[in-house]
């Protein structure tokens, strides 16, 4: 086990440590950020970091313990495994150019406790589905292409959002105790498109996607809504 004292630097921060635990024992501001260490862990603590560049996760484990933040202005890339103890770290994506994130895939190592985007710019999924416990879409959208925004907890309040949303595939996991509301912030590329959609008598518990297809809507027979209205 290592400790290293917080620290500022415009290069970047590489871990390369194949065995052990390195803590963090306060925060920092870097360049960027790489981990590259079979086997070894970069524990970030209970602060508030910030990566003016990209996260790397070659190999190696990237933990985020309770209180502790995240914060980059580039891209996010995860090859290695991104740990959470329950309910805890945040990572913050507060980029003023479009950030991109590859989470790596699916399963243990891969996933998000909590997202915050805060970029007008918007962030995009590159190559798999992203999936967090719960997000703040504060500003800017996720696109997210052919892949998924998976928001893991069926909490109805999981989704806390300002002016952000999502272009593309949002998927939401729904609880099926009682009568629930879930809020779907979607939207394309010209406008946001927010959705409510309520549940009640489910059987089972499950997930529920939703996306937004630009265009004016068809008008089959019976339907009330008029298409002139788009």
Not at 143 to 152: A, D, E, L, M, W
């Amino acid at each position: 086990t290592q400790s290293i004292a917080g620290f500022t630097t415009t290069g970047t921060v590489s871990m390369t440590k194949t065995g052990g635990t390195a803590n963090l024992q306060g925060a920092i501001t870097a360049g960027g950020l790489t981990l590259n260490g079979v086997g070894g862990t970069l524990n970030l603590g209970a602060f508030t970091h910030q990566v003016n560049g990209d996260v790397l996760i070659t190999n190696g484990t990237l933990n985020l313990p309770a209180s502790s933040t995240l914060g980059l202005t580039g891209n996010f890339t995860n090859n290695g495994t991104l740990t959470f103890p329950p309910n805890s770290g945040t990572v913050l994506f507060n980029g003023t150019v479009s950030q991109t994130i590859n989470s790596g895939g699916a399963g243990v190592g891969k996933t998000f406790n909590y997202i915050q985007i805060n970029n007008p710019a918007g962030v995009v999924l590159s190559t798999n589905d992203l999936s967090t416990s719960t997000c703040y879409l504060q500003s800017g959208a996720v696109t997210t292409g052919s892949n998924k925004f998976i928001v893991s907890s069926n909490s109805e309040g999981a989704i806390s959002l300002l002016t952000g949303y999502i272009i593309g595939n949002l998927q939401r996991a729904i609880i099926n105790t009682g009568s629930t509301n879930y809020g779907f912030p979607v939207g394309t590329a010209s406008s946001s498109a927010f959705a409510h959609i309520s549940f009640s008598s489910l059987s089972s518990v499950g997930n529920f996607s939703v996306n937004v297809t630009e265009g004016q809507h068809g008008t089959p027979a019976g339907n009330p809504v008029n298409n002139s209205k788009d």
